[in-house]
């Protein structure tokens, strides 16, 4: 079995899945179980070093392509980027949307400052909620091929990953 880099080649192809948004994530789990055990490192213990470094490689690409594919996330952004759509620094988004996000983000910092551990948590699960709420969206846009609104959905949770990560930080210093 031929392994490559997964920036080389189709981690879905390297899973041995096929390249679509809607995956059960223990059907990636069970994918990437199997193809591991015909390519890990172990295997070539004893083969010379070119076929140890090149096991090496490919055990490392099936890795990044398993990172890629479990998370919906990442999966998404790769398939929209396989369909040729990027989503660059500077994209433009509804103002409101930004305007709530700064408003979150203020509402969030006064809190830390002021040390209300659980309005911080109550502001981390509902924006938990909010970001799961947008993943889900994900699967009936892809069956519909609705490339801008899959972008505009990525760009939306690109800043909700960040306001959790900003709960993750100001979770952790109490």
């Not at 990636?28 to 490689?57: G, N």
């Not at 309005?119 to 846009?141: F, H, N, S, T, Y």
């Amino acid at each position: 079995m031929a392994v490559e880099r997964a920036s080389s080649s189709n981690a879905f192809e390297l899973l041995g899945l096929p390249a679509q948004f809607d995956l059960d994530p223990q059907q990636i789990e069970r994918a990437f179980f199997a193809r591991s055990k015909e390519v890990h490192p172990d295997r070539f213990a004893s083969a010379p070093a070119a076929e140890r470094v090149a096991a090496l490689s490919r055990s490392r690409a099936l890795n990044d392509a398993y990172q890629t594919v479990k998370k919906p996330v990442a999966r998404a952004e790769y398939l929209l980027a396989r369909a040729g759509v990027t989503i660059g620094d500077n994209e433009r988004l509804d103002p409101a949307f930004l305007m709530e996000i700064l408003e979150l983000r203020e509402q969030l910092a006064e809190a830390r400052v002021a040390k209300r551990t659980s309005e911080i948590e109550q502001l981390c699960a509902a924006m938990r909620a909010r970001r799961d709420a947008a993943v889900g969206k994900l699967p009936a846009l892809f069956d519909a091929r609705e490339l801008p609104a899959i972008k505009d959905q990525l760009i939306v949770l690109r800043y909700l990953d960040r306001y959790l990560e900003e709960c993750d930080t100001a979770l952790d210093e109490d």
